[in-house]
């Protein structure tokens, strides 16, 4: 039996247990546009739609994936940016019984070929701009129907662009329809009435690295509707139909899907839709919306923080505002709580759980580092590293476990990588944690290799892969390196083939071609050879280690912040 002494730190009005129905996601956003129908539930662009708007356009798209032969269990991709196609293909895809597969638009034209054919996705929604990667690599996989979404005809632009629009060749017989009129012809069309269960598939979250066979979480509609009541759940001042969500987090992100969209769409909030952070233009928009909420990640809270004219902007309206995908620094929570007289509270979480699985109370006791107690319903255990089956005492290093209605029904079509990670119903995190007297979580280092980016999540043997082709490389390997600001940065370590020369640009030139934006380094270091164990293998820690060693010296190290590290 699990002792679970977070519970007597709970904030007042969370209950330790939650009821969770039967129900989907798409059931939520119809109870919300029947009790709220003229609220506004996404702005974008400075174009508001309510909610019954959004729960026309969801039920429009269902007919035409139905049309177009979506059946329950197929998996349907979403390659797109923050943007009202995004929910409204979400929110379809799952109201036909479909699973969603969220593809991150930042990839290049190998990496999402990779995806589709793993996930054996026959039908896309796509932003316009994003088409000609698609269009290159179309014929290489198992795409039959591609629908193409204009942003433009979603915002609220009074000018059309001056830059030229892209031409896209539409109709039946090629598979390629754009989506506006395509709503448009199913608005009227009988909607579907699919039948789903809790444990029924819904959401494919593509994690780990894509040259060591990446992994699909499947969560279940299950899943879904648990995490977003437990999250919820809370925030007990959060009030239905009366809140306004600032959603600049991906939602292509596990992360942004849920507190960024599937929560505020429960509370029947209004979604302030933001593509891309910008520092300036985040501060607009909470200037011009009120923002009540605002979901976040580390480098965020920094930038904002740090911008000059932040004050200008009044930031009073911000009540509560999450932190989470990184480590956030206590200067930097008490600098933005300052800055908006908002309450910052971190948390946890990871694909595997929905995401989230901890939080600090919002309004309660929270402790520096940690990732706070776990949520309702859910058990956390440390167990020893070696075996994984001695569960440690408070204040013993060890391997976080999880178990919870959140936890995922599994990888895709992985059934050894699934029986190693979920066992006996726990989830095996990999992150190395602790747990205090009072039930908070603190976690002290990843045990897998990964690298966390200004709230991405880099698998650096990806960009080891990519090191490797080019030519004049003879071994190369990717490391984070702790940063103040991103919380880590890529710096890669490059060994030439005898006889050979290159630059840094060059080799970061040949990583843009081939990999996402946030993967590529931001920096390149030669050197002619590299730390490796009697088995050869590159020491990656040990190369991270020595960096950090070596930057305490340069800067006369006598217990002050170095690479944002203390």
Request: glycine letters at 8%; charged letters at 25%.
């Amino acid at each position: 039996m699990v002792e679970t002494p977070w519970l007597k730190n709970y904030e007042d009005g969370v209950p330790p247990s939650l009821d969770y129905p039967r129900t989907s996601l798409p059931h939520f956003l119809q109870e919300s546009a029947e009790a709220f129908p003229q609220n506004v539930a996404m702005t974008f662009g400075g174009k508001k739609f309510t909610y019954r708007g959004l729960q026309e356009r969801v039920n429009s798209l269902a007919s035409a994936l139905n049309a177009l032969g979506v059946r329950k269990g197929e998996r349907v991709g979403l390659l797109l940016p923050n943007s009202p196609p995004f929910i409204i293909g979400y929110y379809a895809i799952l109201k036909v019984g479909g699973i969603v597969v969220s593809l991150n638009p930042l990839s290049v034209e190998r990496e999402i070929l990779h995806f589709l054919n793993h996930a054996g996705i026959r039908t896309l929604i796509v932003a316009e701009p994003l088409f000609p990667r698609i269009a290159e690599i179309a014929g290489q996989s198992s795409l039959e129907n591609i629908l193409v979404a204009c942003l433009r005809e979603w915002a609220g632009v009074k000018k059309p662009s001056g830059r030229s629009r892209l031409v896209i060749p539409s109709g039946k017989k090629k598979g390629i329809h754009l989506l506006e009129p395509f709503l448009e012809k199913y608005a009227s069309k009988k909607v579907p009435v699919v039948p789903v269960e809790p444990e029924n598939e819904a959401v494919l979250q593509y994690t780990g690295a894509i040259s060591e066979g990446i992994r699909g979480v499947v969560l279940t509609h299950g899943n879904l509707v648990a995490n977003t009541l437990q999250i919820r759940s809370w925030v007990v001042r959060a009030r239905k139909g009366k809140e306004i969500v600032l959603s600049v987090l991906p939602f292509f992100h596990v992360y942004g899907m849920a507190v960024a969209m599937n929560v505020p769409i429960y509370l029947a909030a209004a979604m302030v839709i933001i593509p891309r952070f910008e520092v300036m233009g985040t501060l607009q928009s909470i200037k011009r919306y009120r923002p009540t909420f605002f979901p976040g990640v580390p480098t965020m809270f920094v930038a904002l923080s740090q911008e000059k004219s932040a004050e200008k902007y009044n930031l009073s309206s911000l009540r509560v505002c999450y932190s989470g995908a990184a480590p956030l620094a206590m200067d930097t929570m008490e600098d933005f709580e300052k800055l908006t007289g908002a309450r910052v509270t971190e948390g946890y979480g990871l694909a595997e759980a929905s995401p989230a699985t901890h939080c600090n109370p919002v309004f309660g006791k929270r402790k520096p580092g940690s990732i706070g107690l776990p949520y309702p319903d859910t058990l956390a255990k440390i167990v020893d590293l070696e075996t994984g089956e001695k569960v440690l005492p408070p204040g013993e290093v060890g391997e976080l476990c999880i178990y919870g209605p959140q936890v995922m029904k599994g990888y895709w079509n992985s059934p050894e990588e699934t029986a190693r990670t979920i066992r006996d119903g726990w989830l095996y995190t990999g992150d190395i944690a602790r747990m205090d007297e009072d039930g908070y979580f603190f976690i002290l280092d990843v045990r897998k290799d990964m690298i966390i980016a200004g709230g991405f999540n880099i698998y650096p043997k990806d960009i080891d892969q990519v090191l490797a082709e080019h030519p004049k490389v003879a071994q190369a390997v990717a490391v984070g390196i702790p940063d103040r600001y991103r919380g880590e940065t890529v710096r890669a370590f490059v060994v030439l083939q005898p006889g050979q020369t290159a630059t840094e640009e060059e080799i970061l030139d040949f990583c843009r071609k081939n990999l996402a934006k946030y993967k590529v380094p931001t920096q390149v270091e030669f050197r002619p050879a590299l730390p490796k164990a009697s088995s050869n293998k590159i020491l990656r820690r040990l190369l991270r280690q020595m960096v950090i060693e070596e930057e305490k010296k340069r800067v006369g190290y006598k217990g002050s912040r170095v690479l944002g590290f203390e």
